[in-house]
Structures are given as C-alpha cells and as structure tokens.
C-alpha cells in the first residue's frame, strides 16, 4: 500500500457524494491552482488548450452508481489484501485520482483539456454535452478517456481503440504496458466515437463487475497505470490523429 500511498490519500479525499455536490467541490479545490471551471450538465473543464494543432482532451468521469455513492457516504473506500489486491468504489473515483496527481505532480502540457464529466454511468449525458457544445472543433480535438475496464487483465492497462491510428498505437505500445482492444466496455468514449470523435480509452483493468465493492485491481496494476498515464499526458503526439484504416493493434485484440 506504501507504493500507491499517494493515490490512496487522494481518493480518498474526493471519494465523496457527487449527488450532493461535494465530490465535485473537493476536486476543484484541489485543483483549484489550475482554475477548474464548472459547466452545468456536463462537468469540470480544465482548460490549456490553444488555436495551433491538435487539441488532446483527457476525460474521467466523477459521477459515481448508486451503491458507491452510499458507500462514501458511510466513509466507505478501499480495502487492501496481503496479496496486494485493491478492492472497492474503484469506477471512476480511481482514474479521477491518478489524473488530479497527474497534474499536480506535472502540470498540463500546452493544447491540453481536461474534463471530468458528470452522467457517464446514466446515459453518457456530460460527454454528449461537450461534443454537442464542441461540434464546430472536434476535428482539432483527440480524445483520451480514463476509467476501469474487465478488459486485458495480463496486458496491465487497457487500450481500447475503435478506429486505431497506426502511429499513435506504436507510441502506445513502445511506451504503455498496454493490451489493445476494440471491444468497448461502454463509457464515454462510445459518445466521442457516435459524434464523430477521435481518440481511445485508457482503463485500469479489474476483476468482478465494476459497479460491486468486489471489483479489485492490483497495485502493480495501479502503478503501470499510473506511469502509462503521465506518458500519454506529458508526451504522446496526437497531432497525426486520423484513423489510417488499419487493424494495427499490435495483433492484441481482445
């Protein structure tokens, strides 16, 4: 647990009722350096973005199922195994920590959004906000969604890439301990992909149906996560981002 401490600390400083608004209040607090802008009925934007190139937008949405909300209600996390098993609220609350220690730890690189959507588990409705809303400039967009996955469970991270690029997957698979897929557990990429969006999900693999207090991931798995993440934040160059009508996933196919 001392190796994922950090992570740990943060979750649990927002693993708090996003129908009461404190979830949202407490990231933006602690983002609050880089002048988080809350956007009714779609969510959090952290925007870095410029009028040159293309515009990387990495998502990771905050609402929370019914049963995890209860359970930070009642001051319920994680729970930690000998066998460094992590076991808990894990969707979306742990790609939301790694993210906000991602930007504390390393800022944001220019031509960078962030955006934490709300309704991601009632329909998608904060991710189709922002695509309606961003219509005229999805094209300078590429997206990157954060969440957890029952997907490549051997592979440490999880790509799920419906229209793969083949120079952007090389970057991927040189730098990420990543399996790649085009099988899409749904979330808000698949509102990024009907509207005629860009980009992939990036998932923390787990065990056990997401939305139960028994899903679990690992800490190595948290941490390859992790390093994965600050590569396609800090480094990865979406700039050829068009899909090259290639089936080039590195012949790892869920």
């Known amino acids: 647990m001392e190796r994922i401490q950090h992570i740990v600390d943060t979750f649990e400083a927002i693993a708090k009722s996003d129908r009461t608004f404190e979830k949202q209040n407490a990231i933006m607090e602690i983002l609050e350096e880089f002048n988080p802008e809350y956007i009714e009925g779609m969510g959090i ?17 905050y609402d929370l199922v019914g049963v995890f909300d209860k359970g930070f209600k009642a001051g319920r996390t994680l729970e930690f195994s000998d066998d460094d098993y992590v076991n808990g609220a894990l969707d979306n609350t742990i790609t939301n920590a790694v993210l906000i220690n991602e930007i504390l730890k390393n800022g944001l690189p220019e031509n960078t959004m ?3 959507t709300d309704g991601e ?48 997957s090389l970057q991927i698979d040189e730098n990420i301990k990543a399996g790649f897929t085009t099988d899409r557990f749904a979330d808000d990429m698949s509102a990024v992909v009907s509207a005629g969006g860009d980009g992939f999900s990036y998932c923390v693999p787990t065990i056990e149906y997401c939305h139960t207090y028994k899903s679990a991931t690992t800490i190595q798995h948290l941490l390859d996560y992790e390093q994965g993440l600050t590569y396609l934040v800090q480094e990865l160059n979406v700039q050829d981002k068009e899909p090259d009508g290639s089936s080039y996933i590195m012949g790892r196919v869920g």
């Open 45 to 61: 934007i952290i925007n870095n973005s410029s009028d040159e190139g293309v515009t990387k937008v990495i998502v990771s949405h």
């Open 114 to 116: 962030i955006l934490f």
């Open 121 to 168: 588990e009632s329909g998608m409705w904060g991710m189709r906000a922002f695509m309606s809303a961003s219509k005229e400039n999805i094209d300078e967009m590429f997206f990157i969604n954060l969440d957890v996955t029952n997907d490549n469970w051997d592979f440490m991270t999880s790509v799920e890439y419906d229209n793969p690029n083949k120079g952007i």
